[in-house]
């Protein structure tokens, strides 16, 4: 693969335009010596049949060789202004010498390089000799005569090169990542259990002192797993690792339990993280100091975490030189913190109550640590005062920083309960100043909407109650949420002058600059029916560069401006350029619409009339701005075009709404645009009903949050993680918002062990970024007693961002695994004898396509006459044959089939090209190593013409005694388990089909290797695999493996041909017990419990039962339609259970078992339930838990459902508890899942698909529904029935409700007769039932 690639880089380079930079070099004195090297850049684009691009840049030196100026090596006097290039005295020993060694290296090179045929012909000798040059033969004339080189050859002297090519730099610059065809997917862990991964790792608990560690042994337990699929074919084949931020534990560098914590902050300067922790009843918190460390790994043999580990230490903020650190530690909440430059100097907003009468005080503290962090100066105590008798604090932005005259200077925006907002400027040196945010100037704005409610023309009278309450709710024009940021200014700013004047003055501009162009245009001899009939002449083209038109995308420039956003109740968005010197705010724009997500917000001095949600009180929450793409390099470069300022808002009802500021494209203003994510943050009402029942148990207090509480941060702004700058959102359902190719999207994010959702408002409770190794720190709620809680060092958000990866959609992130070859299937060996945590191992079916050289066929080595005699035994031989048929009374072609032979009589012509090559498969298995960069442990290859077609990792029980013996019963406790991988094959050989295949069970035992042993094959070398048995199967190759496990017993169900064997596992040999004769060719076998369901690719699906008391395999129903099947599986929902069909059509059809109905036939005949076209082609389906809105925050669900099922026993017994859904990989790149619903909810989204369908504007004015219908076979019995089944919701057209306004969700749920709640709470749980992760 890496010769193939260095060869299209190699064609590129040849082919791609470039410019030329002469390098010039000179003496001390100025003078130019010599011009003997070039620079030669540009780019270099490479591309693969399955859409993998890359493109570099590049950069060659083309250089000269001086061999004129070359002395020989014995001859050391240079001339002192003489500088010859790098290459020069490298040269020196190329170049021959006098006396023997010259005569005996050109008898030796005589024959070599003997003259070309033709040596008169004088272009082929031009073209042969551009850039070579044949020295003459006295060394005295190379210093001498310099044409002599150039146009004198000499067939007995080397040949020489006058210019060469250095690749001097190569940088990739952009990259899209393409899969291909994805297969079947396994599912297996990537890395083991990250915080227990090194024996000395210490990381104490957040309530216990300094000094405390963990000497336990390393846990060698699986990680969180992930999904793996095959993708592509051929050079670009590879697996896709489908993915999320907090799920994989490549990225976990540490994680312990802590008690107490509400908040934390990092100084990356200091390298320390605050934890704020929660006050105690009597109102006094506490803060306590996480210290970063690096710990090296000695004992790391180099793999993927041998780099250095991370690890924390937790301990009081309590120091007895100091009172005020002490002060701050045994009375103070932490409520915000922040590090001001480089020189550990730091602010924090405290609060502190009075221990007498209560009351509560705000504080902002500067203090700055010493050069070894072992001391903290305090510098600074300024309180911030009430304005108001009650007032108290409600919230506060994240700190801003920004230079004033070269000091380092910060600010924070305080929301006070009164709905007033203060900024307040520090420096180094203390509090600047506190400034007020003015009063809203558009105060009656939302009195304007009255004629939403009246006719036209009416008076603006308040009718009824409900108008009422929702004009009171929408004129208030207190601050609801507040946030201080730095932006470009030219991005957030509108016309200073008034709309009207300068309409009217770009009115007057046009008509001006019309009659200017008109003017210029009109010939002097034409007249006005000339004018008419031929109009103006065509403009002149400018060719002026500064007269080309703006482009429409932002243009981000270095200069930044401190803003102050500001959200009111009414709906209004208020942004003010702030001065960084005194404080003054200047008002830059104002919108509204916001806290209804709206699709466009567009600035102005005056708003426009918005129509409000008549069954709700939507107000804005938090608001944050963020810089949303590529990080800026340290140099300060970055590609502005990928980066864009964002807006995230958080609504009363916990949505959340992206905007992006982007042009107009007129030069003039920016408007904020949403941003559609198609994912949903709010609690769902199954959250709600646990947290009721938990606080009605006693396992949660009843909420003592007071209205006077101070509401901590739920965004948070991050920079340069993982190369990103981005918004993480705590929210109910946690997020990512990242850069894609420029477009903000949403990824979501697991916690390990983490408690059932519904304890808190957010999984996660903290976050911070910033650290010095350039990772985070997530603080959530973990399993265990109620306010556990876990801490998680991360060091990246993705590997996706430093490797080849896309972010499909969905939440989901796919890393793509090049392997150069095509991978078949994947399994993970699941047998902790075989893979252990550090050596997570796979077993994988590869191919390699290779041309074989057949020009050995060129010659057959034999003369005329006898390849003509063997003609003539071979036509005799036939007429005999043919003879011997007639007489008999049988075909002689299907007679004599079985001896064909390959004629070995031919003739090649080769002067056409002879025999080509011609492409062969082959086959192998391996067992891959996936901690190890996926590399190959240890593989075994197939036979020629042997094809591996189906891969399954079972344990198989061992039975002693042969079938059908009068032995007595062994009890199934005393019977043994083997771990095997088996594998499936067919054989082909070279008579193609004209003879039938076969096939073979292969059955493969896979030994650890001790440490030794290890040691001495290599560090990737820790298993090996054996071939233990194999079976010869001869009515069709092997298309399908299963496991059938019944009574405690294991056996190997075979689907070769049209023939379904059950064999069993003793003695070390396979023993067939039973069988089945389907139709056609077995596509592949479905088990569960002791039901079997079997795909015939020709013959739709069967329904089977196997019986162990006599052993049978029993038909029980089955589809009498002859459907040509790709792919079938199975998904459940409590005691329903449902087929599914994929066909040649690309069409899914959904399939029950019931002999009680009519259409059954007496139970012989599966009844079709819907149908669906699905308009991809798939090849399997797998099978995943659809886990509810309380586990799918979760990366280790098994832990989440066991504490779940403590806290409420009588989880998992309802339908909606019991789950199982399908998803699978197409041909065309996409991950689709299917999910079962219940009938409630299918009825509600279908009336709610129905109107969509009709409301919302369809790609290329098409019809969804018609795209869905059910595509009919041309082929027999394709027209069965007339009426197709519609029992099937198209996911991607109803999840587009949610990113709609408020207002046209209300008009939509009222067409349906449902509610908004209602309809986002059920596309919720249809969002986490199909996340397979």
């Known amino acids: 693969q890496q010769q193939q690639q260095q060869q299209q880089q190699h064609a590129a380079l040849s082919s791609s335009s470039s410019s030329v930079i002469k390098k010039e070099e000179k003496d001390d004195n100025g003078n130019d010596t010599n011009s003997l090297s070039s620079t030669r850049t540009g780019l270099v684009f490479a591309g693969s049949r399955l859409g993998d691009s890359l493109l570099l840049s590049y950069a060659v030196d083309t250089i000269q060789l001086p061999y004129g100026e070359i002395h020989p090596m014995e001859d050391d006097n240079h001339d002192e202004g003489e500088a010859p290039s790098p290459l020069a005295d490298e040269l020196l020993q190329l170049k021959p010498t006098n006396g023997e060694d010259e005569e005996i290296l050109v008898k030796e090179e005589e024959a070599l390089y003997a003259p070309p045929p033709d040596e008169n012909n004088n272009s082929s000798n031009n073209n042969a000799s551009v850039n070579i040059v044949a020295p003459s033969d006295d060394d005295d004339d190379d210093e001498n005569d310099d044409e002599t080189w150039k146009f004198e050859s000499s067939k007995n002297k080397r040949r020489r090169l006058t210019k060469c090519c250095v690749l001097r730099e190569l940088t990739p610059l952009d990259r899209i990542v393409s899969l291909g065809p994805v297969g079947a997917s396994c599912e297996g862990p990537l ?134 650190m002490n002060v701050i530690s045994t009375s103070s ?26 009351s509560l005080s705000w504080r902002i503290v500067m203090a700055r640590w010493n050069s070894d962090l072992t001391r903290c100066d305090f510098l600074d105590d300024f309180n911030v005062n009430v304005e108001e008798p009650g007032e108290f604090l409600k919230a506060s932005s994240p700190f801003a920083s920004f230079a004033v005259d070269g000091d380092d200077q910060c600010g924070i925006a305080c929301r006070w309960s009164s709905g007033r907002v203060s900024l307040v400027l520090i420096a180094k040196t203390g509090v600047k100043c506190i400034v007020n945010a003015p009063p809203s100037l558009h105060s009656d704005v939302t009195m304007s909407d009255k004629s939403a409610t009246q006719q036209e023309g009416e008076a603006a009278i308040i009718e009824d109650e409900e108008t009422m309450r929702i004009q009171e709710f929408y004129s ?27 309409e009217k003055e770009e009115a007057e501009t046009r008509v001006e600059n019309s009659e200017t162009a008109t003017s210029s245009l009109i010939r002097p001899d034409f007249d006005e029916d000339d004018i008419f009939l031929y109009g103006l002449a065509a403009p002149a083209q400018s060719h002026n560069e500064d007269e080309a038109p703006s482009a429409k995308r932002t243009d981000h420039s270095t200069t930044l401006s401190t803003f102050l956003a500001l959200f009111r109740k009414s709906g209004m968005l208020e ?58 390099s340290s140099d300060g470069d970055s590609e502005t075009s990928l980066r864009s300022l964002s807006m995230a808002l958080k609504t009363s009802n916990d ?23 198609f994912s949903q943050c709010r609690k769902t009402r199954e959250q709600t009903r646990h947290r009721t029942k938990l606080t009605k148990k006693g396992i949660i207090p009843k909420d003592a949050m007071a209205l006077d509480s101070y509401e901590h941060n739920n965004f948070f702004r991050f920079s340069n993680l993982s190369g990103q700058d981005g918004l993480f959102a705590a929210l109910p359902q ?105 050596h997570p191992l796979f077993a994988v079916i590869v191919s390699r396509e290779l041309e074989v050289d057949q020009s050995d066929l060129n010659d057959d080595g034999m003369t005329a006459e006898e390849r003509e005699a063997v003609e003539r035994e071979k036509e005799e031989a036939r007429i005999q044959r043919q003879v011997e048929a007639d007489l008999g009374g049988f075909d002689v072609e299907q007679e004599w089939v079985e001896e064909i032979a390959r004629d070995d009589v031919f003739q090649i012509d080769a002067n056409l090209g002879g025999a080509p090559p011609i492409p062969k498969e082959f086959y192998s298995l391996w067992i891959v190593d996936a901690a190890n960069e996926w590399r190959v442990v240890d593989s075994y290859d197939l036979d020629e013409y042997e094809h591996g077609l189906t891969l399954q990792v079972m344990e198989l029980t061992d039975f002693q005694e042969e079938p059908g013996s009068a032995q007595t019963t062994i009890e199934v406790e005393d019977l043994t388990t083997t771990t095997f991988i088996t594998l499936g094959t067919g054989t082909l050989n070279h008579n193609g089909e004209d003879v039938s295949s076969k096939g073979r069970v292969l059955l493969f035992e896979v030994k650890k290797l001790d440490a030794a042993t290890i040691r001495r094959l290599g560090t990737h070398m820790v298993a090996n695999l054996r071939l233990t048995y194999e079976k010869e199967i001869f009515h069709g190759p092997v298309t399908t493996l299963s496991c059938l496990s019944v009574e405690g017993k294991n056996r190997l169900v075979i689907g070769a041909g049209a023939d379904v064997n059950m064999e069993q596992w003793g003695n070390g040999k396979l023993t067939q017990v039973g069988f089945f004769r389907a139709t056609m060719q077995i596509q592949n076998i479905m088990i569960f419990k002791n039901f079997l369901l079997l795909s015939d690719a020709y013959d739709s699906i069967h329904f089977l039962v196997w019986r162990e008391s006599d052993k049978s395999l029993t038909l029980l129903a089955k589809d009498y339609d002859p459907i040509v099947v790709y792919a079938a599986g199975i998904m459940s929902r409590g005691a329903a259970m449902t087929f599914l069909c994929h066909d040649d059509r690309q069409n899914l059809q959904f399939f029950q078992y019931a002999p009680g109905e009519a259409a059954a036939r007496g139970g012989n005949k599966l009844v079709c339930r819907s149908d669906f076209h699905l308009g991809s082609q798939t090849i399997a389906f797998q099978q995943h838990y659809c886990r509810s809105s309380l586990l799918i925050h979760s990366a280790t669900p098994t832990s989440t459902v066991a504490a779940l099922k403590q806290q409420d026993p009588y ?15 197409t041909t065309d790149s996409t991950i689709v899942s299917v999910v079962p619903l219940s009938e409630p909810v299918y009825w509600r989204l279908a009336a709610l698909q129905s109107v969509l369908a009709n409301a919302m504007e369809a790609n290329c004015a098409l019809s969804s529904r018609a795209w869905r219908l059910y595509r009919r076979s041309p082929r027999r019995g394709g027209c069965r029935n007339n009426d197709r089944k519609k029992g099937v919701i198209d996911g991607d057209l109803i999840l587009r409700y949610a990113g709609l306004p408020l207002t046209d969700q209300e008009e939509l749920a009222s067409a349906i007769g449902s509610t908004v709640d209602l309809i986002l709470d059920n596309l919720l749980e249809l969002e986490c039932g199909s996340l397979m992760l």
């Not at 970063?292 to 580990?309: F, L, R, W, Y």
């Not at 932490?334 to 430059?341: C, D, K, R, V």
């Not at 709404?657 to 949403?674: A, I, M, P, Q």
């Open 734 to 838: 946690p997020k990512w918002i990242v850069s894609d190719r420029g477009r903000p999207t949403v990824l979501v994010h697991r916690t390990r062990h983490s408690a059932p959702a519904g304890g808190k408002s957010s999984p996660v409770m903290g976050f911070c970024s910033s650290l010095s190794n350039g990772g985070f720190v997530t603080l959530h709620e973990r399993v265990g007693r109620f306010g556990s809680q876990r801490l998680t060092v991360f060091k990246e958000i993705s590997p996706i961002f430093r490797k080849p990866g896309i972010i499909p959609g969905g939440g989901l992130c796919i890393e793509k695994i090049a392997m150069g070859v095509t991978v078949r299937q994947i399994k993970f060996i699941d047998n902790p004898a075989i893979s252990t945590g550090d």
């Open 1211 to 1225: 989880h998992g017994r309802t339908e909606d508890d019991q789950r199982l859904g399908v998803h699978f990989g």
């Open 575 to 632: 942004l003010y350029e702030v001065n960084e010197g005194n404080g003054e705010l200047v008002r830059c724009w104002i919108c509204n619409g916001g806290e209804r997500g709206q699709h466009c917000l567009q600035p102005g001095k005056t708003v426009a009339p918005l129509p409000f949600p008549r069954s709700h009180f939507v107000t804005v929450e938090e608001i944050r701005f963020f810089m949303c793409g590529p990080s800026k």
């Open 191 to 324: 890395a083991s259990t990250p915080a227990l991964a090194a024996a000395d790792t210490i990381i104490p608990t957040a309530n216990t002192g300094s000094g405390s560690s963990n000497n336990s042994k390393p846990d060698v337990s699986f990680g969180s797993s992930a999904f793996i699929f095959p993708c592509g074919f051929g050079s670009s084949g590879g697996l896709a690792l489908v993915t999320t931020p907090g799920r994989d534990d490549r990225t976990i560098l540490a994680e312990k339990d802590c008690l107490n914590v509400q908040c934390i902050f990092s100084l990356p300067a200091s390298e320390l993280v605050l934890l704020g922790m929660i006050p105690t009843a009597d109102g006094r918190g506490g803060i306590k100091l996480l210290r970063q460390t690096i710990q090296s790994d000695e004992k790391s043999s180099g793999g993927p975490s041998s780099s250095n580990e991370q690890w924390t230490e937790v301990e009081e903020w309590t120091d007895p030189r100091d009172e005020t």
């Open 476 to 502: 208030s024009t207190d601050i609801v949420a507040a946030d201080l940021f730095r932006a470009p200014p030219e991005l957030l700013k509108i016309q200073e002058t008034n709309e009207a004047t300068a």
């Open 655 to 677: 949505d959340l709404f992206l905007y992006t500021v982007k042009s107009e494209g007129n030069g003039l203003s920016c408007v904020l645009e949403r941003e559609s994510i």
């Open 333 to 358: 909440i932490l409520l915000n913190a922040h590090e001001m430059g480089r020189d550990g100097t730091f602010c924090l907003l405290v609060q502190d109550m009075d221990p007498h009468d209560g």
